[in-house]
T-cell receptor, first 113, second 110 residues
């Protein structure tokens, strides 16, 4: 099993462009998350989902949208990209057990110029 | 804001035990303490978690003080591949939000 897969690995966007970061998991976990990590900083939660059809905002949701039509996929949409969205984006999945540990994908490095 | 306090950096000699401290003085009774690490630019890797009792797995040991206000992650025989940023995390409330602070940058030296 691959765990969490993210595409693309790298992307450069121009200001105002839009894109979708893809995230897929093969463990049939209900819980999925999107984080961003700015240089030298910890991770901040953007959005999360506790199951298909259910999403909720995290700490820094502005400028992003998500959807969860299947258990496997949790895409993150950036509309009108801004330089402040330059970051590394990590998708994670969780088993949903009481202890809620999370397992992360390899990340997408996004630059907005 | 993160509910934990960690030293920004630590060094450890290869083959020796690495002891990484974490303070979480405002932890609630049912909140778990989690440890993750991030090697270079990879996604964070789950290491261990605990509630009250000490825990051990194939990667590390977690020692939680009796008052639960602090904990220590122990890597018993550190290797160069353990060089990473280590995050101590306390789950906020009972929701899904994990708060990653800046962590401790551990350098294992040959």
């Amino acid at each position: 099993n691959a765990g969490v897969t993210q595409t693309p690995k790298f992307r450069i966007l121009k200001i105002g462009q839009s894109m979708t970061l893809q995230c897929t998991q093969d463990m049939n976990h209900n819980y999925m998350y999107w984080y961003r990590q700015d240089p030298g900083m910890g991770l901040k939660l953007i959005y999360y989902s506790v199951g298909a059809g259910i999403t909720d905002k995290g700490e820094v949701p502005n400028g992003y949208n998500v959807s969860r039509s299947t258990t496997e996929d949790f895409p993150l949409r950036l509309e009108l990209a801004a330089p402040s969205q330059t970051s590394v984006y990590f998708c994670a999945m969780g088993s949903g057990t009481l202890s809620y540990e999370q397992y992360f994908g390899p990340g997408t490095r996004l630059t907005v110029t | 804001d993160a509910k934990t306090t960690q030293p920004p950096s630590m060094d450890c000699a290869e083959g020796r035990a690495a002891n990484l401290p974490c303070n979480h003085s405002t932890i609630s009774g049912n909140e778990y303490v989690y440890w993750y690490r991030q090697i270079h630019s990879q996604g964070p890797q789950y290491i261990i978690h605990g509630l009250k009792n000490n825990e051990t797995n194939e990667m590390a040991s977690l020692i939680i003080t009796e008052d639960r206000k602090s904990s220590t992650l122990i890597l018993p025989h550190a290797t160069l591949r353990d060089t990473a940023v280590y995050y101590c995390i306390v789950r906020v409330n009972y929701g899904q939000n994990f708060v990653f602070g800046p962590g401790t940058r551990l350098s294992v030296l040959p």
